[in-house]
């Protein structure tokens, strides 16, 4: 915290913070919006989802009527759209693609585990194919990520793990060391793994099955960027 208040007071152009800290610094009398002229909110659906729009309320209040404001979501629900009428003045909406389908360029499948079988019988084979690069792994817990990633190491994988009781600085080496194929796979919870931009995923893994429709938009979107083509793979029981 104090390191974050002497850069404030260098005149800092851009200030780059959550909800919660952001609502810190300028209860400290350390952050004053009204200087502020363009207002970027990242990650809309997800702010929603983890209740975060009374803070957001409150900073919005603080702004100046007049300035830019720029929403960012990889879905837009009815929840995300009354939102955005609230706090955006005539918005103009651009779509990188369609909000509510999956990406064309990636290849989706289910991987059945028949009766007797476990998803590690089922996934281990899977990894050990050609061609199977850089895999990400999304399953449900946090205890979850850390028990696959303790199994895949035993079997002589090179992985790692991020999820919310992770130290930052942890999460960034893991994800420096997947970028730089360090680790070929990376085990991730859905929050940890929100908006994070790997470069060639080859495949990504649903070993517990995503929450909802738009997690699983989310998760696969992982791969299959740039132009390049993508695996993704369900696990199901049955």
Do not use: C
Not at 168 to 192: G, H
Request: glycine letters at 6%.
């Amino acid at each position: 915290m104090s390191r974050q208040i002497t850069s404030l007071r260098r005149h800092t152009h851009f200030v780059i913070g959550t909800p919660g800290r952001i609502k810190d610094l300028i209860e400290r009398k350390v952050l004053n919006l009204s200087a502020f002229s363009v207002f970027v909110l990242d990650e809309v659906d997800r702010m929603v989802d983890m209740g975060f729009i009374q803070d957001i309320k409150y900073l919005v209040s603080l702004l100046p009527p007049v300035r830019q404001s720029l929403f960012f979501s990889a879905t837009i629900s009815p929840a995300i759209s009354q939102v955005m009428n609230v706090f955006l003045k005539d918005p103009v909406t651009v779509r990188i693609k369609s909000t509510s389908s999956t990406a064309d360029n990636v290849n989706q499948d289910v991987v059945r585990v028949p009766h007797g079988k476990t998803k590690w019988d089922m996934l281990e084979p899977i990894l050990k194919q050609n061609g199977v690069v850089k895999t990400l792994i999304f399953v449900r817990t946090k205890r979850g990520a850390d028990d696959l990633t303790t199994k895949l190491l035993r079997a002589g994988f090179q992985a790692g793990s991020i999820h919310g009781d992770k130290p930052q600085r942890a999460r960034q080496i893991a994800i420096r060391n997947f970028k730089d194929y360090t680790l070929d796979i990376l085990v991730a919870t859905d929050v940890a793994a929100r908006g994070i931009d790997i470069p060639d995923i080859t495949h990504v893994i649903n070993y517990d099955e995503p929450g909802t429709y738009d997690d699983y938009i989310h998760r696969i979107g992982r791969t299959g960027r740039a132009g390049k083509t993508g695996q993704a793979l369900t696990f199901v029981a049955g």
